[in-house]
């Protein structure tokens, strides 16, 4: 049973459902949460990429991209795309999927909260300022530095052999703590095409109360925006050779 396209499934799921999740504490009316703000979001979708990464090992994915723009822009990096089709997809569909679970665990939350655009925000992002070459800009810049440091990380001059290869789960998920708190706060750091689309596919589909519509006129900056910048960040490990 355990494969990569599995663990890159059940990773993506695990991360959305924590890290929607989190979101979904902090805006949804009566949850115990409820006005975290900004540091309770940002330290929970730490957490649930750790725990996604983890997840994905465990079933089958030592990559554990749970990202397409991680997959392409690896893809780039070592001129091999074949995974980048079926990793995109398991990494969909898990998004989709824990998606759907924050929705069942929040069951009687969604009633008990007025504003459709709280709720939508539980499942995908969108910008402080609506302003679509600044936000297609930040999540450029916000991907470019996840994939570039992520690369250093994962790299044989950093902390890719010996015991100290153990560190990398940690300090990816320490990495994506710190660009939702310095970069964060323009459009919500999508910086993962799956994260944004699976979950604004799920608010779509879902009866969710009292809903508003899904914004899919924004829903192409947080797919472009990642994919432009992974690529323009594998390109600059391979000729780093890194």
């Not at 929607?20 to 975290?36: E, I, M, P, T, Y």
């Not at 009633?111 to 300022?129: H, Q």
């Not at 608010?203 to 519509?213: D, E, T």
Request: charged share 10%.
């Amino acid at each position: 049973m355990r494969s990569p396209f599995f663990g890159e499934f059940m990773g993506t799921l695990i991360m959305i459902l924590l890290g929607d999740g989190v979101v979904a504490g902090v805006l949804l009316k009566r949850s115990k949460s409820q006005n975290g703000g900004w540091m309770v979001i940002t330290t929970g979708w730490a957490f649930a990429v750790l725990a996604g990464i983890f997840t994905a090992v465990l079933c089958g994915s030592v990559d554990a991209h749970l990202n397409p723009a991680i997959t392409l822009a690896f893809a780039i990096k070592n001129q091999d795309f074949t995974k980048l089709l079926p990793f995109a997809t398991a990494q969909l569909t898990g998004a989709f999927t824990g998606a759907v679970l924050v929705w069942v665990h929040y069951g009687p939350h969604w009633k008990e909260t007025p504003d459709a655009d709280l709720k939508r925000a539980v499942f995908c992002t969108s910008p402080g300022i609506r302003k679509p070459i600044a936000n297609l800009a930040s999540e450029v810049i916000a991907t470019a530095v996840l994939v570039l440091a992520a690369g250093a990380i994962s790299s044989k001059l950093v902390l890719s052999t010996g015991a100290a290869a153990g560190l990398t789960p940690y300090l990816v998920s320490c990495l994506v703590w710190g660009i939702g708190l310095s970069l964060g706060g323009t459009t919500g750091y999508a910086i993962n095409p799956a994260r944004d689309l699976g979950p604004r596919l799920a608010h779509y589909v879902l009866p969710i109360a009292g809903k508003a519509n899904s914004d899919w006129g924004y829903a192409a900056i947080p797919i472009l925006g990642p994919a432009i910048g992974a690529a323009l960040a594998g390109l600059f490990l391979r000729v780093l050779g890194a």
